[in-house]
């Protein structure tokens, strides 16, 4: 079954207090700004890059702890696994109290795992990486290269 976006709490309450009622594609056009858009759209086909023989999401260059990760005694697979996961609740601003079709979670999650499975296969055709998908503290997803 497809996932409805208006049924998302804050799309929901913005189209229905519209006169006619809006759609979703309304809602972005009023209340995303394009910056958001393009962040958001490198969160959903991350640009990719090789740091110190690892393929890791342009973004994890940025994660403080890189250092540690990349000098640790771990495989290079779970190095790539470690600094490229992301769990999806850590990605955005959730009102308190505003509750969240698990749903709305799972389709993210899964709509990440389709655009990270599109970055490696064009970025990085000639390697060996697969995108994994899991739980964790909330849907969580990360690129490492398969064993």
């Known amino acids: 079954?497809?996932?409805?976006?208006?049924?998302?709490?804050?799309?929901?309450?913005?189209?229905?207090?519209?006169l006619p009622p809006a759609n979703w594609l309304t809602y972005v056009s009023n209340m995303v700004p394009f910056s958001a858009a393009v962040a958001v759209g490198d969160l959903l086909i991350?640009?990719?890059v090789e740091h110190e023989g690892l393929v890791l999401?342009?973004?994890?260059?940025l994660n403080g702890g890189l250092a540690s990760i990349v000098a640790s005694d771990k495989s290079a697979r779970q190095k790539e696994a470690l600094a490229n996961h992301l769990h999806v609740w850590?990605?955005?601003?959730?009102?308190?109290?505003?509750?969240?079709?698990?749903?709305s979670m799972e389709h993210f999650a899964k709509v990440l795992g389709v655009g990270w499975g599109a970055a490696v296969a064009s970025q990085f055709?000639?390697?060996s990486l697969?995108?994994?998908?899991?739980?964790?503290?909330g849907p969580t997803i990360t690129i490492a290269r398969c064993e």
């Open 125 to 127: 055709p000639d390697r």
């Open 46 to 48: 991350p640009q990719l």
């Open 1 to 18: 079954m497809a996932f409805d976006l208006e049924e998302l709490p804050d799309i929901a309450r913005w189209c229905q207090s519209l």
């Open 57 to 61: 999401r342009r973004a994890a260059l």
């Open 90 to 103: 850590d990605a955005f601003k959730f009102a308190d109290g505003m509750e969240w079709p698990d749903e």
């Open 130 to 137: 697969k995108v994994i998908a899991g739980e964790g503290y």
